[in-house]
Structures are given as structure tokens and as C-alpha cells.
């Protein structure tokens, strides 16, 4: 079974800290793999990851894949109680059909 | 610049009746989904559309319907609706099978 797994299931840190999520994977067919930030309604979209090693960047947030252990992290530098808010990411997989699987989501509470 | 437009934004319904969830896109997009979420289990894809004139079941398709009416319309259809089907449900468009999501701001449906 195809599987997401997000870490931690909530965190909660001060403005101006560093955080880190984590998104595990086992899928088959693996494509790519995105992060999504979801406040109050839709979710947004940030990154989309294809290749190992390779850092993705905006702003105060970068994200980079691992294949071969089949984790992503988003890091999230200098926070702000904007970056408030779900963090979600998917797995999408190579299948001929749209097959994403998504992540339960990290829960970021930025405090003054 | 409107992109992914649904309606209505909240409803509630009584077991057994039914309704339409209206999703409109403004970005040309090819392809349309209909996702569902539900606290603790991510984002669960129920229909999707690769292209206009086509229609394919995703993860949780059971009691639903949809029917893409155009490039930019894309509906879903609860025939009977059941207590199970409370949730927030959430119409996203993108370019093609394999290029990111953009989504709506949710439909809040409680079914009583």
C-alpha cells in the first residue's frame, strides 16, 4: 500500500526559530514528490521535487529530496506567525493515471 | 484572477437528499480533481478529469458522481448523501496529469 507519513504531527516555536518537516515515503512508481501550505482554506502550493540532492529555495523556505531513503524535509528558516498554518506534502507516482498521495500534514504554530 | 472557484461554500443536508458542488477554473487547465479531507487522514482524491470529456474514479469514489461540463467546469454529484460523507471537499485544477495542483477554497458539507 502506498504510503505518506508526515513528522512531526504538530509543532509549535517561537518567531525567529528553524524548523524542519519531515515527509517519508513508500510508493510505488515514484515521480515527484510536493509540499503544500494550507492556512484556513485552499492549499498552496510551494515546491515540487523531482531529483535527489537538488535545493529547492524561496524565500525562507527550501526544501530538498532524498531517493534513496525516500524522505523530504522543509525547512522553514527565521519563522513568523505567517508561516502558521498545515503543512502537507504528496507523493505522486508514474502510474498513467494521477495517482497522489498525500500526507496527514504537520501542524506549525508559530508564537511570538 | 480568481483561479479555482467553488460553491457554495458551506452546506448542510439531511441523509438521503442530495446536491451539486459547482467548481469553475479560470487558468486553462486540462485537467480537474475532486479531493475530499477528513482530520487525520489527509487529502483523499475521489474523481479527477484528465481532459475535458473524461472522467476517472480515484481513491474514494463510492456515492459520488461527477461530470465535467467544459474545459472550465468540473461537478460533483452526492445522489444520496450519508453521515460519511460530512467533510471538507476541495476541487483543484492543474495543466496536465504530472504538473501541481492549485485548488479551490473548500466546500464544508455536514450531513445530518
Known amino acids: 500500500e502506498d504510503k505518506v507519513v508526515q513528522s512531526p504531527l504538530s509543532l509549535v516555536v517561537h518567531e525567529g526559530d528553524t524548523v524542519t518537516l519531515n515527509c517519508s515515503y513508500e510508493?510505488?512508481?515514484?515521480?515527484?514528490l510536493l509540499w503544500y501550505k494550507q492556512e484556513k482554506k485552499a492549499p498552496t502550493f510551494l515546491f515540487m521535487l523531482?531529483?535527489?540532492?537538488i535545493e529547492k529555495k524561496s524565500g525562507r523556505l527550501s526544501s530538498i529530496l532524498d531517493k534513496k531513503e525516500l524522505f523530504s524535509i522543509l525547512n522553514i528558516t527565521a519563522t513568523q506567525t505567517g508561516d502558521s498554518a498545515i503543512y502537507l506534502c504528496a507523493a505522486d507516482m508514474d502510474t498513467g493515471r494521477r495517482a497522489l498521495t498525500f500526507g496527514s500534514g504537520t501542524r506549525l504554530q508559530v508564537q511570538p | 484572477n480568481a483561479g479555482v472557484t467553488q460553491t457554495p461554500k458551506f452546506q448542510v443536508l439531511k441523509t438521503g437528499q442530495s446536491m451539486t458542488l459547482q467548481c469553475a477554473q479560470d487558468m486553462n487547465h486540462n485537467s480537474m480533481y475532486w479531493y475530499r479531507q477528513d482530520p487525520g487522514m489527509g487529502l483523499r482524491l475521489i474523481y479527477y478529469?484528465?481532459?475535458?470529456?473524461?472522467?476517472d474514479k480515484g481513491e474514494v469514489p463510492n456515492g459520488y458522481n461527477v461530470s465535467r461540463l467544459n474545459k472550465r467546469e468540473f461537478s460533483l454529484r452526492l445522489e444520496s448523501a450519508a453521515p460519511s460523507q460530512t467533510s471538507v471537499y476541495f476541487c483543484a485544477s492543474s495543466e496536465n496529469l504530472i504538473s501541481p495542483l492549485h485548488f479551490g477554497n473548500g466546500t464544508r458539507l455536514t450531513v445530518t
Open positions: 478529469s484528465a481532459s475535458e470529456g473524461t472522467t
Open positions: 510508493v510505488t512508481n515514484f515521480r515527484s
Open positions: 523531482t531529483s535527489s540532492g
